[in-house]
C-alpha cells in the first residue's frame, strides 16, 4: 500500500474502448479521471487506417455498454450475424447458425464508430478530462509522476492510481515491466493479417449481410464481416513470410491470379483487392501474458486494463468484449471495497486473471477450429448434431461458442464446464459406437 490508498485521482492512459468507458465508469463515482491519450481526437482527425474497421461485439461487451446506457445505440449501428457463412473453393456456402434456436447474433460494429460512442459519453461525464496527443513515456511509482509527450513538449504530471487501457503495446506495461517479480511473454503467431473490402454492389451488399463469412483454407482463412454502408471488411489471416504467405504476392497480377484460385467466389466482388492488397499494412497477431498486474510504489500503483494486461488473438471476437468485462469489475470492486484501492487493485487482477487465460486460450483453439472449417461437411454434420442435443438437454448441453458470445458466464468456468461436457459427448459417443460396433457384431454372426 501506498498513500494512494484512497485517492480520488485517476490517471488513466489510453482512450480506447476499455479506457473510454473506465473513465466513464470512475467519473460516476466521483473520480477525477484525466484520460492522456496519444492520438489526435479521432473524431477531428480520421480513423486510423490499417486496425481492425469493424469488431463483433457480443452479450458481454452489450451488457457492458448497456451500464453506460450504450447498448441501443450500439445495437442500431450494428449488423447482426446469426451464423457463420463457410465458403468452400467450388460448390455454395453453407450456412451454420450460432445457437441452437438460430436466433442469436453477434454483432458487426464499426470500431471506430464504438469508439467514439465510447469518447462522447466520457468526455460528458463530470470529472473526466481526456488529453488529445499526449503520449505517455514513462511512469514513476516511487516518486508518484507519469512522463508524458505533448505537441508543447515533455511533461511530467503528478499520479497516484494509474490505470493502463493503452493497448497490446503497452507503453505503462513497459514502464513496470521490468521490476523484480514481474512476469511478461508476448506469443506471435506465425500469421498476420491483411484487410480487404467487399464494396456494396448497386446500392446493396454484394453478400448475405447476416453472417459472418468465413473462407477456410487450411494454412490460411479470410472472414468478411459486413459494414452499415453495405460493405464488408475481409481479414485475411496467412503466415507471415515464406513462399505460401502474406509477403509472396508482391505484383496485382499475383495477387488477383492467387485469389481467383482460392477466392474464385469473391474475387470479382473485390474491385480494389490488388491495390488495397499490395498498400495495406500486415498486422501482428500477439498473445500477451502479464502477472502481476498491478505494480506498486511510494507514491503511486498502477494496473493494466483490458489488452494492456491480456492481448489476445482474434478468433472469438472477445478482446474488447473481454476488455470491456475488466472494467466493469473495477467498477464492482470499487463499490465492494468502498474506493480502497489497495483492497480492488489485488482483488481485480486475481479475479480477471482465470478468466482472461481461460479466453486467451480458447482464442487460440478457435483458430484450429475455424481454419479446420475446411472440411466443412464434417463441421456441419458436428454442428448440427451438438444443436440438436442442445435442444434436447437444454441444461446439460450449451456449446463453448454459444457460452462465450451469448452469456456473461465467467470465461474459466465456460473452459471448464465445456470441457466436461466434451468428456460427458465422448464418452457417449465411445458408448454409442460400442453399442453399434455390439449389434454390428451380433448382426455378421448371425449371417
Ligand atoms: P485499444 O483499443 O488498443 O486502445 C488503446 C488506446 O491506448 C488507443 O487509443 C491508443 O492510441 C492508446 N495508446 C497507446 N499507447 C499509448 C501511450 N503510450 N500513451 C497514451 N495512449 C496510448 N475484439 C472483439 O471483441 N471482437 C472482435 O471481433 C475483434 N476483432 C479483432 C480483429 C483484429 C484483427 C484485431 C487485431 C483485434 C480484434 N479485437 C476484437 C480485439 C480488440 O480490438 C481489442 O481487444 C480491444 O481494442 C482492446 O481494447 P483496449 O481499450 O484494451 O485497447
Known amino acids: 500500500t501506498n498513500k494512494a490508498t484512497r485517492s480520488k485521482d485517476v490517471t488513466l492512459v489510453g482512450a480506447g474502448l476499455a479506457g473510454c468507458l473506465l473513465a466513464t465508469l470512475l467519473g460516476r463515482r466521483g473520480y477525477d479521471v484525466t484520460v492522456l491519450e496519444r492520438r489526435a481526437d479521432p473524431r477531428r482527425a480520421g480513423a486510423e487506417r490499417g486496425r481492425s474497421i469493424n469488431l463483433a461485439l457480443s452479450a458481454r461487451g452489450l451488457d457492458a455498454l448497456e451500464r453506460v446506457g450504450l447498448r441501443e445505440e450500439a ?97 505503462t506495461r513497459r514502464a513496470v515491466q521490468f521490476r523484480e517479480g514481474t512476469n511478461y511473454a508476448q506469443d506471435f503467431l506465425e500469421h498476420g493479417y491483411k484487410e480487404l473490402t467487399i464494396p456494396a454492389r448497386d446500392g446493396d451488399f454484394a453478400i448475405d449481410p447476416t453472417a459472418l463469412h468465413i473462407w477456410a483454407r487450411g494454412g490460411s482463412m479470410m472472414i468478411a464481416l459486413p459494414n452499415l454502408d453495405k460493405s464488408f471488411t475481409c481479414t485475411l489471416f496467412w503466415p507471415k513470410d ?43 497477431l500477439v498473445t500477451v ?48 471495497h468502498d474506493g480502497d484501492w489497495s483492497r480492488v487493485l489485488p482483488a481485480y487482477e486475481k479475479a480477471r486473471k482465470p478468466n482472461t487465460d481461460a479466453i486467451a486460450a480458447m482464442a487460440l483453439q478457435n483458430f484450429v477450429e475455424m481454419r479446420d472449417l475446411v472440411n466443412s461437411r464434417v463441421h456441419r454434420t458436428k454442428n448440427t448434431a451438438m444443436h440438436a442435443l442442445e435442444r434436447w438437454f437444454p441444461s446439460l448441453v450449451v456449446s463453448r461458442y454459444e457460452l462465450v458470445s451469448f452469456s456473461t458466464v465467467p470465461y474459466a468456468e465456460v473452459l471448464r464446464r465445456t470441457r466436461r461436457q466434451g468428456r460427458v459427448l465422448t464418452t457417449i459417443g465411445a458408448l454409442g459406437a460400442t453399442a453399434l460396433g455390439a449389434i454390428a457384431a451380433r448382426g455378421l454372426r448371425r449371417r
Open 75 to 171: 445495437l442500431a449501428a450494428a449488423l447482426p450475424m446469426r451464423g457463420r457463412m463457410v465458403h468452400p473453393v467450388t460448390g455454395s456456402p453453407n450456412f451454420q447458425s450460432y445457437s441452437a434456436d438460430g436466433t442469436r447474433a453477434i454483432n458487426s460494429i464499426s470500431r471506430s464508430g464504438l469508439n467514439e460512442a465510447l469518447l462522447d459519453t466520457a468526455e460528458k461525464t463530470p470529472g473526466v478530462t481526456v488529453l488529445f496527443e499526449s503520449r505517455v513515456e514513462a511512469v514513476d511509482l516511487e516518486r508518484g509522476v507519469v512522463t508524458v509527450a505533448r505537441p508543447d513538449g515533455v511533461q511530467e504530471l503528478a499520479a497516484s492510481i494509474v490505470l493502463a487501457c493503452d493497448g497490446a503495446y503497452s507503453a
Open 242 to 284: 515464406g513462399p505460401g504467405g502474406l509477403s509472396s504476392l508482391s505484383t496485382a497480377a499475383q495477387v488477383r491470379a492467387h485469389f481467383a484460385r482460392e477466392y474464385p467466389d469473391v474475387v470479382d466482388l473485390m474491385p480494389t483487392l490488388a491495390e488495397d492488397y499490395l498498400a495495406n499494412p500486415v498486422g501482428s
Open 289 to 336: 501474458r502479464a502477472w502481476p498486474w498491478t505494480a506498486h510504489g511510494a507514491a503511486a500503483s498502477v494496473a493494466l486494463v483490458g489488452d494492456a494486461a491480456h492481448a489476445i488473438v482474434p478468433f472469438y471476437g472477445q478482446g474488447a468484449n473481454c476488455a470491456f468485462e475488466d472494467a466493469i469489475e473495477i467498477d464492482t470492486l470499487l463499490d465492494r
